[in-house]
């Protein structure tokens, strides 16, 4: 296809999916409170929302990006191999590719589960989640990696492998509970604060 109908393709379907995030965010955060949200008046809420939502999802985007390129990087000289690296003869300059690549994988990591709970903060409070997500998460970087690594990552590969719908199979099915988990995680950490620090994050 064109690369501007690609281009726009891929900027309509981050808007959607930011929009849709939105919107469960609100109905997750209802049901929390015993209330229910219809899906009309919670599209139309989530929508006000979707400006501001925007700055953590594109924080996100970039971390995932970097960690998908910076991984790819350094797995090239393996698959040019075979996937083996050589025995002797390794050009310097390929080990500091590797080592570099792998830190800037390591740092995107850590850094994307530091923000993972930045798109509820963003919502439910009067800022854009990123400090609010990178305090709430410190001490709870490991448990948040094994829940969205090891269960709705791992969901997501295996369906993944399903020929041609795999991708959108996936997003229909693991989207919806990821966003659901997130924001229940956000009202966990956030319950389980000390009293006086609601209200120390800024933007």
Known sequence: PPIPFVALYLIVGFFLGVWASAAAILKVTELEKGNRLGLKEALSKGLKKVPKLLVPAIASLSLFILSIASLTIAMIPYVLVGMSPPAQGVEPSIIVV?????????????????????????????????????????GNWWKILAIFLLIFGAMSVIINRIPVIGRFVSDLIVSPPSIAATTLIYFQLREAKPPGEEHRESP
Request: hydrophobic share 50%; glycine share 4%.
């Open 98 to 138: 590797r080592v570099a690549t792998s830190f800037l994988f390591i740092i995107g990591l850590y850094v994307s589960i530091r923000l993972r709970l930045s798109a509820p903060a963003c919502i439910l409070e009067n800022n854009f989640g990123l400090r609010t997500s990178w305090k709430l998460v410190k």
